[in-house]
């Protein structure tokens, strides 16, 4: 009696698994003890676990039935006979020997049934084949149960040679499949001595796709490791062993998938070369046993990799890309395979690449890797690198920027050349090269040939040009000098708009004429219900500067929503980093802190150091000192001028904090210096100036501070905003004590909605009433300033304001860090319920207090938490 190999190999494993078809077989030998011969054909791809059934179908039936098992190894007559029974009759007539075989059955099968395996039953010889069917044709009631164990890829063979005995008997069929879960559980409580949790199963079985051998090595490694294994290599072993014995129409089709990764059966049996029946049939049974998804692809990348290395791969690729081709199939899936030849030789294959870089269902650095091929074989190719950069402009600004300004230098086409130039200065600004765009551009127009081009799009190239040079101090100069060559467009198309936010930009910069700017500006706005994009913010801040304080923070809250609304983490970005400028200046120190907080921790640099600068200009006016110290140490470099001026602020005031006033001067003085520089001479930009003279005076340089102030205040009126004329109120009214002047400051400061200089205006006028012995006067001014100061998130201010209170005399309670910490219990609780939406007799009737009261405690909550509507009550009591 002989054992197969795998029998052996699988016994040594103590088989598992398959209890459904190990239950069939005991019940087929429980028949045969009966005395109703039957037969089991047990059939499975190489390793799946067919001698392990019959392993445990032995350990199963050991106390009833005699098992006997051969391998068919011999075509010799009644060679498998033989094997199993030991003796035949020594004959040449095979009618003899069949009796002699049926008397020994019978002898055996007296007690109990027989049960006879025959391993590779496709290779018996054809005597025992005939002498089986004769057993159970002739023999009656034979207790006997056959089983012919095969592979599937010998079905035909084994079906043909044991189609008399099938027809006799009552057969079943069993096909073998992976283990399924009930196995892989038993088999894993075996192997690693535990009771393995569902997901622990689950992962195993996605692991071997339930191979009997791979799920074996997939448990040792578990048990060593104490975690879920990577068994790729023993599962792509397992299938190349397989396909080895598979026929050339199964290799053929695992082949034609590993090359196309094709999910449509037409086209990987045409490039196998078999038809579509045989296809579905192959597809099948490579699903079954885990080599395909169920969508066609393979499973493993490494049994993919290990199979294409098998086959020529570059012939097959060639074919594979042309059959799709010819199919009309998606470009990605013909250029896939293109982009894997080591040459591209002819153009159709590089109509592949361009064409799946234009699908757009690709990567950006996909679809780069294809343009790049395609010029690696046809260098200079105008198309391509316009698509290249196009596609680098998403992930790689910079380099987009290198391939437009080399295709502005190559190209001589008007058109075509305008265009490259826009998109030059689009990816510079997005990579933080505007001053090497800016150059790139003046020369371009200095050219003279955009004359020639449609005017909205040479509109778009000095937009973009203007854009470049105002973002670094080394070209603001050149930038502005190049916007008063510039006619400002008729249309308000993209370009015409976009250039007159660049103008007006010039014109704030500048300080020359406010009714230029705001003439600009005013153009430049977008339609009621139109887009809001990243450009509308530069119109943001002209208005912001022009005086227009409310309408540019309505204007860059629509930015904000605009840019969340599509997804735009650029345009929000930024315009956050901007509106937390605008909150900060209006002296909304909470506000602007969380906008600027909110901006950066949105991926990405741009906005990053205008946010930061506001951040540490808000910190440092609250007196964090160290928070602020760190915020200057780790900024960057600014892009534009206010981005250098609001840091430089920031730098100065946490020096004067410091103690440090000539240092803080210094640097504000400075900050003078690179405006002059660049060309900045508007004063309400970033009031250095008045720093300067606020500083001063402090230090009792009265001087200094009358000349900084003279020359100053001169501009300011110049500009003549509500804020300017503050500013230059103020910096008179610091040096002269004259408290009229400081009185008009403070009016200008609130029409203009500046609270913390309206604030500041208020001390100074408070200091000077002291000065002359109105005391009283000077407290209810002072008041007045803590109250704005606290309300603005001034807490370092207020404390001051608060000692100065005191050495007037006055009175009041200590200074809280927020607003509604200022209000008394009662003021709470009545503005509360204001807030919940209760009128004023409601509450009055519900605290049972006067209307009057209810409307005293309403007045100061109102006053002090800074809110005009019962809408801001309620922001302000969260």
């Known amino acids: 009696m002989a054992r197969s190999e795998a029998g052996e190999q699988l016994s040594a494993w103590r088989p598992v698994g398959h209890a459904r078809a190990l239950a069939q077989a005991v019940a087929g030998v429980h028949d045969a003890a009966d005395g109703r011969m039957g037969l089991l054909h047990l059939r499975g791809p190489r390793g799946i676990?067919?001698?392990?059934?019959?392993?445990?179908?032995?350990?199963?039936?050991?106390?009833?039935?005699?098992?006997?098992?051969?391998?068919?190894?011999?075509?010799?007559?009644?060679?498998?006979?033989?094997?199993?029974?030991?003796?035949?009759?020594?004959?040449?007539?095979?009618?003899?020997?069949?009796?002699?075989?049926?008397?020994?059955?019978?002898?055996?099968?007296?007690?109990?049934?027989?049960?006879?395996?025959?391993?590779?039953?496709?290779?018996?010889?054809s005597a025992t084949a005939r002498w089986l069917s004769a057993l159970a044709r002739r023999v009656p009631e034979p207790r006997v149960y056959v089983v012919l164990v095969y592979r599937c890829s010998e079905r035909v063979a084994a079906e043909t040679l044991f189609a008399d005995l099938t027809g006799a008997l009552d057969t079943t069929t069993i096909d073998l499949?992976?283990?399924?879960?009930?196995?892989?559980?038993?088999?894993?409580?075996?192997?690693?001595?535990?009771?393995?949790?569902?997901?622990?199963?689950?992962?195993?079985?996605?692991?071997?796709?339930?191979?009997?051998?791979?799920?074996?090595?997939?448990?040792?490694k578990f048990r060593a490791l104490g975690a879920p294994p990577d068994v790729a290599a023993e599962s792509a072993a397992w299938h190349l062993s397989w396909l080895d014995d598979q026929p050339e129409s199964t290799r053929a089709y695992a082949t034609a998938v590993a090359v196309l990764g094709s999910t449509e059966p037409a086209s990987t049996a045409v490039l196998a070369g078999v038809s579509a029946a045989t296809a579905a049939s192959v597809r099948a049974e490579l699903t079954a046993l885990g080599v395909l998804t169920s969508r066609g692809r393979f499973r493993s990348a490494v049994l993919r990799e290990r199979l294409l290395a098998t086959a020529d791969?570059?012939?097959?690729?060639?074919?594979?890309?042309?059959?799709?081709?010819?199919?009309?199939?998606?470009?990605?899936?013909?250029?896939?395979?293109?982009?894997?030849?080591?040459?591209?030789?002819?153009?159709?294959?590089?109509?592949?690449?361009?064409?799946?870089?234009?699908?757009?269902?690709?990567?950006?650095?996909?679809?780069?890797?294809?343009?790049?091929?395609?010029l690696d074989a046809v260098p200079g190719h105008v198309e391509t690198r316009l698509e290249l950069a196009e596609q680098l402009g998403v992930v790689d600004p910079s380099a987009a920027m290198d391939v437009y300004a080399e295709l502005l230098s190559d190209l001589t086409e008007p058109a075509v050349r305008a265009s490259v130039a826009v998109h030059c200065g689009a990816s510079a600004l997005r990579a933080g090269r505007g001053p090497e765009a800016f150059g790139l551009l003046a020369g371009y127009l200095a050219e003279g040939r955009p004359a020639a081009i449609d005017p909205e799009l040479r509109a778009q190239i000095e937009a973009v040009a203007l854009v470049n040079g105002f973002g670094a101090a080394r070209t603001v100069r050149r930038a502005m000098d190049l916007a008063r060559t510039i006619t400002p467009p008729e249309s308000r198309a993209e370009g015409g708009r976009r250039l007159v936010q660049q103008l007006a930009r010039a014109e704030v910069l500048r300080g020359e004429s406010l009714p230029t700017a705001l003439a600009h500006v005013r153009s430049a706005l977008p339609a009621p219900g139109g887009a809001r994009d990243f450009w509308d913010v530069f119109t943001v801040t002209s208005l912001h500067f022009c005086g227009a304080r409310t309408e540019a923070m309505t204007l860059a809250d629509e930015i904000v929503a605009a840019g969340q609304a599509r997804g735009d983490t650029r345009t929000q970005k930024i315009a956050l980093a901007v509106r937390a400028g605008l909150a900060f200046e209006a002296g909304e120190l909470p506000a602007a802190e969380r906008d600027a907080r909110a901006a950066l921790a949105i991926t990405g640099d741009d906005g990053d150091f205008a946010a930061s600068t506001v951040l540490a200009s808000a910190l440092v006016r609250r007196g964090e000192v160290d928070q602020t110290e760190q915020i200057l140490n780790r900024m960057g470099t600014p892009r534009d001028p206010v981005e250098y001026g609001w840091a430089m602020d920031a730098k100065a005031?946490?020096?004067?904090?410091?103690?440090?006033?000539?240092?803080?001067?210094?640097?504000?003085?400075?900050?003078?210096?690179?405006?002059?520089?660049?060309?900045?001479?508007?004063?309400?930009?970033?009031?250095?100036?008045?720093?300067?003279?606020?500083?001063?005076?402090?230090?009792?340089?009265?001087?200094?501070?009358?000349?900084?102030?003279?020359?100053?205040?001169?501009?300011?009126?110049?500009?003549?905003?509500?804020?300017?004329?503050?500013?230059?109120?103020?910096?008179?009214?610091?040096?002269?004590?004259?408290?009229?002047?400081?009185?008009?400051?403070?009016?200008?400061?609130?029409?203009?909605?500046?609270?913390?200089?309206?604030?500041?205006?208020?001390?100074?006028l408070g200091v000077v009433l002291m000065r002359t012995g109105h005391d009283k006067a000077a407290r209810k001014h002072l008041r007045a300033a803590i109250d704005i100061a606290v309300r603005c998130g001034a807490s370092r201010y207020a404390i001051r304001t608060h000692e100065l209170l005191t050495s007037?005399?006055?009175?009041?309670?200590?200074?809280?860090?927020?607003?509604?910490?200022?209000?008394?219990?009662?003021?709470?609780?009545?503005?509360?319920?204001?807030?919940?939406?209760?009128?004023?007799?409601?509450?009055?009737?519900?605290?049972?207090?006067?209307?009057?009261?209810?409307?005293?405690?309403?007045?100061?909550?109102?006053?002090?938490?800074?809110?005009?509507?019962?809408?801001?009550?309620?922001?302000?009591?969260?």
């Open 653 to 764: 005031l946490w020096l004067w904090n410091r103690g440090e006033g000539d240092a803080a001067i210094e640097v504000l003085l400075r900050c003078g210096r690179e405006f002059e520089s660049m060309g900045v001479h508007n004063p309400v930009l970033i009031p250095w100036w008045l720093h300067v003279v606020t500083v001063l005076v402090r230090l009792d340089r009265y001087t200094e501070a009358a000349e900084a102030a003279e020359r100053g205040a001169e501009a300011a009126r110049h500009w003549n905003t509500p804020v300017a004329r503050g500013y230059a109120l103020y910096a008179t009214g610091l040096t002269t004590d004259d408290v009229e002047t400081l009185e008009q400051a403070v009016v200008e400061f609130g029409v203009a909605g500046a609270q913390l200089d309206e604030s500041r205006a208020l001390v100074a």
């Open 177 to 220: 499949g992976p283990l399924d879960e009930p196995d892989v559980t038993e088999l894993l409580r075996r192997e690693c001595g535990l009771e393995p949790e569902p997901e622990l199963v689950r992962a195993a079985l996605e692991s071997a796709a339930g191979l009997p051998a791979v799920t074996l090595a997939w448990a040792e």
């Open 808 to 878: 007037a005399g006055g009175r009041m309670s200590a200074v809280h860090a927020s607003p509604k910490d200022a209000l008394t219990v009662a003021e709470r609780r009545v503005a509360g319920l204001a807030a919940d939406g209760l009128t004023n007799r409601e509450i009055a009737e519900k605290l049972y207090v006067t209307i009057h009261t209810v409307e005293s405690h309403l007045s100061n909550a109102y006053r002090k938490l800074g809110a005009q509507t019962r809408a801001e009550l309620a922001a302000g009591l969260r």
């Open 49 to 125: 676990g067919k001698s392990a059934v019959v392993g445990r179908l032995r350990g199963a039936v050991r106390e009833e039935a005699d098992v006997l098992v051969t391998t068919c190894r011999s075509r010799e007559h009644f060679a498998a006979a033989k094997d199993l029974l030991g003796a035949v009759v020594p004959t040449d007539d095979e009618h003899a020997r069949r009796h002699a075989l049926n008397d020994l059955v019978a002898t055996r099968t007296t007690d109990r049934p027989l049960v006879l395996v025959l391993e590779d039953a496709h290779r018996c010889d």
């Open 313 to 374: 791969q570059d012939a097959l690729r060639v074919k594979a890309a042309r059959l799709l081709s010819d199919e009309g199939r998606p470009q990605e899936e013909v250029a896939e395979l293109v982009a894997l030849l080591p040459e591209l030789t002819e153009v159709w294959m590089f109509c592949a690449l361009r064409g799946a870089a234009r699908e757009g269902a690709l990567s950006p650095e996909l679809a780069i890797s294809y343009l790049r091929r395609v």
